[in-house]
Protein backbone atom coordinates (compact mmCIF):
# COMPACT_ATOMS: atom_id res chain seq x y z
CA UNK A 1 0.00 0.00 0.00
CA UNK A 2 1.34 3.75 -0.97
CA UNK A 3 1.93 6.00 2.15
CA UNK A 4 0.30 9.05 0.91
CA UNK A 5 -0.77 12.43 2.74
CA UNK A 6 -4.39 13.81 1.84
CA UNK A 7 -3.83 16.26 -1.15
CA UNK A 8 -6.22 18.75 0.50
CA UNK A 9 -4.64 18.45 4.01
CA UNK A 10 -1.11 19.26 2.07
CA UNK A 11 -2.33 21.91 0.50
CA UNK A 12 -3.57 23.69 3.69
CA UNK A 13 -0.07 23.44 4.68
CA UNK A 14 1.59 25.27 1.67
CA UNK A 15 -1.12 27.69 2.18
CA UNK A 16 0.00 27.76 5.80
CA UNK A 17 3.56 27.89 4.98
CA UNK A 18 3.40 30.48 2.29
CA UNK A 19 1.58 32.50 4.79
CA UNK A 20 5.04 32.47 6.97
CA UNK A 21 7.09 33.04 4.06
CA UNK A 22 4.83 36.09 3.19
CA UNK A 23 5.12 37.69 6.50
CA UNK A 24 8.06 36.06 7.74
CA UNK A 25 11.03 38.54 6.47
CA UNK A 26 9.05 41.38 6.54
CA UNK A 27 8.18 40.70 10.58
CA UNK A 28 11.58 39.28 11.42
CA UNK A 29 14.30 41.34 9.23
CA UNK A 30 16.35 39.02 9.50
CA UNK A 31 18.62 39.05 6.45
CA UNK A 32 18.88 34.88 6.35
CA UNK A 33 15.46 34.62 5.56
CA UNK A 34 15.40 37.06 1.99
CA UNK A 35 16.11 34.43 -0.14
CA UNK A 36 12.76 32.48 1.16
CA UNK A 37 10.40 34.86 2.22
CA UNK A 38 8.79 37.92 0.23
CA UNK A 39 10.18 41.38 0.67
CA UNK A 40 7.91 43.17 -1.23
CA UNK A 41 4.16 42.45 -2.68
CA UNK A 42 5.36 41.79 -6.45
CA UNK A 43 4.34 39.06 -8.55
CA UNK A 44 7.75 37.97 -8.41
CA UNK A 45 7.90 37.57 -5.00
CA UNK A 46 4.49 35.86 -4.73
CA UNK A 47 6.21 32.95 -7.08
CA UNK A 48 9.30 32.35 -4.86
CA UNK A 49 6.92 32.16 -2.41
CA UNK A 50 4.85 29.41 -3.78
CA UNK A 51 7.90 27.75 -5.02
CA UNK A 52 9.37 27.85 -1.57
CA UNK A 53 6.52 27.29 0.60
CA UNK A 54 5.42 23.95 -1.59
CA UNK A 55 9.50 22.87 -1.52
CA UNK A 56 8.77 22.69 2.17
CA UNK A 57 5.45 21.16 2.26
CA UNK A 58 6.84 18.36 0.37
CA UNK A 59 9.93 17.91 2.91
CA UNK A 60 7.11 18.11 5.69
CA UNK A 61 5.03 15.55 3.80
CA UNK A 62 8.21 13.19 3.20
CA UNK A 63 9.27 13.09 7.07
CA UNK A 64 5.65 12.03 7.84
CA UNK A 65 5.77 9.00 5.64
CA UNK A 66 8.49 8.09 4.82
CA UNK A 67 8.88 5.17 6.78
CA UNK A 68 6.13 3.92 4.87
CA UNK A 69 7.30 4.96 1.44
CA UNK A 70 8.77 2.61 -1.04
CA UNK A 71 8.18 4.31 -4.34
CA UNK A 72 11.35 5.78 -6.40
CA UNK A 73 9.51 8.76 -7.86
CA UNK A 74 8.32 10.63 -4.60
CA UNK A 75 11.16 13.32 -4.90
CA UNK A 76 11.26 13.69 -9.05
CA UNK A 77 6.99 14.42 -8.63
CA UNK A 78 7.32 16.81 -5.51
CA UNK A 79 10.36 18.71 -6.87
CA UNK A 80 8.17 18.82 -10.65
CA UNK A 81 4.89 19.81 -8.56
CA UNK A 82 7.41 22.86 -6.65
CA UNK A 83 8.39 23.84 -10.04
CA UNK A 84 5.14 24.13 -11.50
CA UNK A 85 3.58 26.09 -8.45
CA UNK A 86 4.50 29.32 -9.19
CA UNK A 87 3.05 29.18 -13.09
CA UNK A 88 -0.33 27.28 -10.83
CA UNK A 89 -0.62 30.41 -9.26
CA UNK A 90 0.21 32.90 -11.93
CA UNK A 91 -2.71 31.02 -14.17
CA UNK A 92 -5.11 31.26 -12.03
CA UNK A 93 -4.07 34.62 -10.02
CA UNK A 94 -4.39 36.39 -13.56
CA UNK A 95 -8.03 35.03 -14.20
CA UNK A 96 -9.88 37.84 -11.96
CA UNK A 97 -7.88 41.07 -13.36
CA UNK A 98 -8.66 39.24 -16.70
CA UNK A 99 -12.36 39.07 -16.55
CA UNK A 100 -12.82 41.55 -13.70
CA UNK A 101 -10.28 43.94 -13.83
CA UNK A 102 -9.21 45.61 -10.77
CA UNK A 103 -10.91 44.67 -7.45
CA UNK A 104 -11.46 45.76 -3.97
CA UNK A 105 -9.04 44.74 -1.47
CA UNK A 106 -11.07 42.33 0.55
CA UNK A 107 -11.81 40.52 -2.85
CA UNK A 108 -8.06 40.54 -3.97
CA UNK A 109 -6.83 39.54 -0.45
CA UNK A 110 -10.05 36.71 -0.65
CA UNK A 111 -9.34 35.70 -4.42
CA UNK A 112 -5.00 35.72 -3.42
CA UNK A 113 -6.04 32.88 -0.13
CA UNK A 114 -8.19 30.88 -2.60
CA UNK A 115 -5.63 30.87 -5.67
CA UNK A 116 -2.97 29.72 -2.91
CA UNK A 117 -4.67 26.64 -1.68
CA UNK A 118 -6.30 25.39 -5.14
CA UNK A 119 -1.98 25.99 -6.73
CA UNK A 120 -1.86 23.47 -3.35
CA UNK A 121 -4.32 21.13 -4.60
CA UNK A 122 -3.74 20.92 -7.99
CA UNK A 123 0.12 20.59 -7.74
CA UNK A 124 -0.78 17.92 -5.30
CA UNK A 125 -3.37 15.94 -8.15
CA UNK A 126 -0.18 16.27 -10.31
CA UNK A 127 2.62 15.62 -8.21
CA UNK A 128 0.26 11.69 -7.09
CA UNK A 129 -0.25 11.19 -10.89
CA UNK A 130 3.55 11.64 -11.87
CA UNK A 131 4.48 9.40 -9.00
CA UNK A 132 3.03 6.69 -10.85
CA UNK A 133 4.84 6.80 -13.99
CA UNK A 134 7.83 5.07 -15.30
CA UNK A 135 10.08 8.08 -16.19
CA UNK A 136 13.11 7.99 -18.11
CA UNK A 137 16.73 9.22 -17.09
CA UNK A 138 16.02 12.38 -19.19
CA UNK A 139 12.73 13.39 -17.39
CA UNK A 140 14.78 12.88 -14.09
CA UNK A 141 17.53 15.07 -15.28
CA UNK A 142 15.22 17.83 -16.79
CA UNK A 143 13.58 17.87 -13.72
CA UNK A 144 16.41 18.59 -12.03
CA UNK A 145 17.75 21.07 -14.48
CA UNK A 146 14.73 23.07 -13.74
CA UNK A 147 14.66 22.52 -10.16
CA UNK A 148 18.32 24.22 -9.95
CA UNK A 149 17.63 27.21 -12.70
CA UNK A 150 14.22 27.99 -10.25
CA UNK A 151 16.21 27.90 -6.97
CA UNK A 152 19.28 30.35 -8.78
CA UNK A 153 16.44 32.63 -10.17
CA UNK A 154 14.22 32.82 -7.21
CA UNK A 155 17.14 33.58 -4.85
CA UNK A 156 19.44 35.85 -7.06
CA UNK A 157 16.40 38.04 -8.42
CA UNK A 158 15.91 38.42 -4.91
CA UNK A 159 18.57 40.79 -4.44
CA UNK A 160 19.20 41.48 -8.05
CA UNK A 161 15.97 42.72 -10.27
CA UNK A 162 16.26 41.26 -13.81
CA UNK A 163 15.85 44.49 -16.53
CA UNK A 164 12.48 44.43 -17.06
CA UNK A 165 9.27 43.72 -15.27
CA UNK A 166 6.75 41.05 -16.71
CA UNK A 167 4.04 42.78 -18.18
CA UNK A 168 5.90 45.93 -18.98
CA UNK A 169 6.37 46.77 -23.10
CA UNK A 170 10.38 47.33 -23.50
CA UNK A 171 9.67 49.73 -26.29
CA UNK A 172 8.48 51.92 -23.37
CA UNK A 173 11.19 51.44 -21.10
CA UNK A 174 13.69 53.67 -23.64
Request: aromatic share 20%.
Amino acid sequence: MKAKVNIYLKALIYLFLFGLLHFGYDSTGLEFLKPICGTNESVFQHLKMGFFAYLFTSLIEYRIIKRRFKGNNFWYSRILATILVPWIIFLIWYLVPAIYGKVTLVLELSWALIVTYISGVFAGIIEKEVEKLKISLGFRTTVLALFIVSIFLFIWFTYRLPWIDLFVDPLKLE
